[in-house]
């Protein structure tokens, strides 16, 4: 049985998160101490105990759910787990930065500093209200992708996430995302919603944060990864550090190719996903494009000890 390690991106936090696995072991409790370090503040305890729209904000969000999936892998290698049993790591767009921590090709603490970063340069490229995003259920890529050209009109719409077979995120200029959601109401959308985020991510408008996220990676050590990276942008494995370098900064105006990336591992002979973190939402989004593969969630103590069996 072929495994792959795949990490949530945003969306998936929520204030608690992590706590029972610091509370079981010591190894996941030292995630967060040295994010907290790295940062140089208690991101911790908003994790934990603060306010849900504060953990929202992209610049918290980003390195929460990160520090939340290495914390729920060092508890899985205390129980003799390791991501080398695993054939790929990847992760969804943040994700991308937990799996490649998570493989040894970057330290926990410059992960954590280049994801505040990344946060803080993805909102501040678009003021607010100029962007949005927009989920499209229903549509296949090829006609979310022309919906998208169609509502363009001089302004930017592209098809931002290709999550599963049947749901493709818009990113843009707000009233282009607000056109390509009446366009697709037409094209024969199950449903077509504006979603709930400060900035159009994944997005030509996010060249600005593209343009800090080179400047501070070519100051980070990159190691080649432990196993391979099946990198958003290219929906397939790289090890290649300078490669990843370059790719890390292509992924914050390109398209996350998660559908692709899912098809290609299974391709591979990957027949389970384990989702190390937050939530199940990429789980769910693996059982629609390959229905045979087995899915585990594992972000709390009892997902692992179910694991132990």
């Known amino acids: 049985m072929s495994r792959a390690f795949v990490f949530p991106g945003q969306g998936a936090q929520a204030i608690g998160m992590g706590r029972a696995l610091a509370e079981a072991y010591p190894t996941a409790r030292a995630v967060f101490d040295e994010v907290d370090a790295a940062l140089g503040e208690k991101l911790s305890a908003l994790i934990w105990d603060g306010d849900a729209a ?6 918290n969000a980003q390195p ?71 989920a499209l259920l229903g549509l296949d890529f090829e006609t979310a992708t022309a919906v998208a050209a169609e509502a363009a009109q001089g302004e930017v719409c592209q098809a931002a996430n290709d999550n599963d077979p049947a749901q493709v995120v818009v990113s843009g200029h707000k009233a282009a995302v607000e056109r390509a959601v009446e366009i697709a109401k037409g094209r024969g959308a199950k449903r077509a919603v504006m979603l709930p985020v400060s900035a159009p991510f994944h997005c030509a408008l996010m060249q600005p944060a593209a343009d800090a996220m080179a400047a501070a990676l070519a100051d980070v050590a990159i190691a080649a990864p432990a196993v391979p990276l099946v990198a958003n942008v290219r929906a397939e494995a790289v090890s290649d550090p300078e490669l990843i370098r370059k790719l890390l900064v292509e992924q914050v105006t390109g398209s996350v190719r998660w559908r692709e990336s899912v098809a290609w591992m299974v391709g591979q002979g990957v027949t389970e996903f384990w989702e190390i973190g937050a939530g199940k939402a990429l789980s769910g989004m693996i059982r629609r494009i390959a229905r045979e593969a087995e899915c585990k969630a594992v972000g709390t103590p009892e997902d692992i000890a179910a694991l132990k069996g």
Do not use: K, N
Not at 54 to 59: I, S, Y
Not at 91 to 103: D, F, I, P, Q, W
């Open 64 to 134: 929460a759910l990160m520090a939340t999936s290495i914390a729920a892998l060092r508890a899985l290698e205390a129980e003799g787990f390791t991501v080398t049993d695993g054939a790929f790591v990847a992760g969804h767009s943040l994700g991308e930065y937990s799996a490649l921590c998570a493989a040894g090709a970057l330290t926990l603490s410059d992960t954590a500093r280049l994801l505040r970063l990344r946060g803080q340069a993805m909102q501040s490229a678009v003021p607010v209200g100029v962007g949005a995003m927009a």
């Open 54 to 59: 504060e953990l929202t904000l992209t610049a």
